[in-house]
């Protein structure tokens, strides 16, 4: 047995260091397989989307789409007054879904799967060991990293001397500023401007790049900001901000193009990032200042090492990282598995309108040299769209293989966006023909018959 220091290696089956979604996953069910896993966070068990991401940002979300919904009620179902109340959404939060930031219940669940759980950084010494403070633990059967990623936050003047916020003090808020600036215009960034504007909070919203949700089709981008503009939100983009500044109170954010912003809060909201050097990496021969760790189909990072969830750089999703988990635990365990894909991923932004998107944009697709076709089609001109009326704001776009004759990619943005999108994520996964998705009877009158409007405008 090697040892470190004077005290030797505690030994275990298999060592997972990080344990949000993913790595919770992996190592419980390696422990209810019977192996013997340690688990190791220096945060709380169950990570970013319990406590500070999905969970209670969608509560948030929730809240501040009944308030839309009830200042839609005027012109359709009679008069209302809303008065928006931040308490009850700050105290669900606390109650429900963080039990106020305490992670005694997952250690729990996680120890009475037969797991020990170790609270600390985790950092490689050596292949198949991991030390954790003062103690070193060795694996015989492998590591899994699962350390996901933190708020990146870019290298504008000025930023790093002021007490901006990231998404989790947005989260752990308990009364709301009457202004704030959020920097981004991704999903986090979007997601949030919008519930704080509906909760009466001035809000501006800053992308550099030329359109909100920059990753996904121009078109849903443009949509939200046309959303967001008229729900009285300043959207700023084609722009970075070059300098931030704070003093008495008030946050100044200068952009390139000479426009000064000012609000009592800045929250930054520009990406995620990875930190493979602080988990050792160069300890099993792997580069500290790579982006994501690397993976192969079973989810491998080299002999005896698996990464899964938001380090990988295969999409900062839980249900990502909850799918890979599913594919490196059978890979541990030796059974029989399907190689991971992700032709067909899906992803939501819970904006109001809600933006679905999965498999690839028309941009991608054109990268990738394949020969394509799309059709575009405006939710208020379906008929489910025309009765929804109030907030009905929507689109569909498809994007699909001509030589092939199957969809590629898809974007469903509209009312329950997210829920459309389940039917062209099986399709894209499962490459249905375009002329079998034709002969399909579409239920009169949903969103999800949208779908057929968009088939029956493709040019093939």
């Not at 933190?150 to 808020?173: C, F, H, K, M, Q």
């Not at 009364?175 to 981004?184: D, E, F, K, Y």
């Not at 849903?220 to 931030?244: D, M, N, P, Q």
């Not at 929250?267 to 930190?275: E, F, N």
């Amino acid at each position: 047995m090697s040892e470190t220091g004077s005290e030797a290696n505690e030994r275990a089956d298999v060592i997972v260091i990080g344990m949000g979604p993913a790595g919770e996953s992996v190592a419980g069910q390696l422990a209810e397989a019977g192996l013997d896993v340690v688990g190791i966070d220096r945060e709380l068990l169950g990570g970013e989307c319990p406590y500070f991401g999905c969970i209670p940002s969608k509560m948030m979300i929730r809240a501040a789409h009944l308030l839309a919904e009830a200042r839609r009620i005027p012109g359709m179902a009679g008069a209302v007054k809303v008065t928006p109340d931040w308490g009850p959404v700050a105290q669900r939060i606390r109650d429900e879904a963080t039990d106020n930031w305490d992670d005694t219940v997952a250690v729990e669940r996680f120890e009475g799967k037969g797991g020990r759980f170790v609270r600390g950084t985790g950092r490689f010494v050596g292949p198949g060991t991991v030390a954790v403070g003062n103690r070193t633990f060795a694996a015989s059967q492998g590591v899994v990293v699962a350390t996901g990623t933190s708020a990146a936050v870019p290298p504008i003047p000025g930023l790093s001397e002021t007490p901006y916020w990231t998404n989790r003090e947005a989260v752990a808020l308990e009364t709301l500023p009457a202004s704030i600036i959020v920097l981004g215009g991704g999903a986090i960034g979007l997601e949030l401007t919008q519930v704080f504007n509906r909760f009466d909070v001035k809000v501006d919203i800053v992308e550099g790049l030329d359109r909100l949700l920059p990753l996904e089709e121009p078109e849903a981008g443009e949509l939200v900001a046309k959303v967001f503009a008229a729900e009285g939100i300043g959207v700023h983009v084609g722009h970075f901000a070059s300098r931030v500044s704070h003093a008495d109170g008030t946050f100044i954010v200068e952009l390139a193009n000479g426009t000064e912003l000012r609000a009592e809060e800045v929250l930054v909201a520009t990406g995620r990032r990875t930190d493979l050097a602080g988990i050792g990496i160069e300890s099993i021969g792997l580069d500290p200042s790579a982006r994501f760790a690397e993976v192969d189909e079973n989810l491998r990072v080299t002999d005896g090492v698996w990464a899964v969830g938001d380090i990988t750089g295969r999409g900062a999703f839980t249900h990502v990282g909850m799918y890979q988990a599913a594919i490196a635990v059978a890979d541990v365990l030796g059974k029989d598995h399907e190689p991971a894909s992700y032709a067909a991923l899906p992803r939501v932004t819970f904006t109001d309108p809600e933006v679905g998107a999965a498999g690839m944009t028309e941009r991608q697709a054109l990268e990738a040299g394949i020969n394509i076709t799309t059709s575009l089609v405006q939710v208020p001109h379906t008929a489910r769209g025309w009765l929804h009326k109030a907030g009905n704001e929507g689109l569909i776009k498809l994007v699909v293989d001509t030589d092939k004759g199957v969809l590629l990619g898809a974007t469903a943005a509209g009312p329950n966006g997210g829920e459309v999108l389940g039917l062209l994520s099986l399709a894209v996964h499962a490459a249905v023909p375009i002329s079998q998705m034709k002969t399909m009877i579409w239920a009169y009158p949903t969103f999800h018959r949208g779908i057929e409007d968009a088939l029956n405008a493709l040019d093939l």
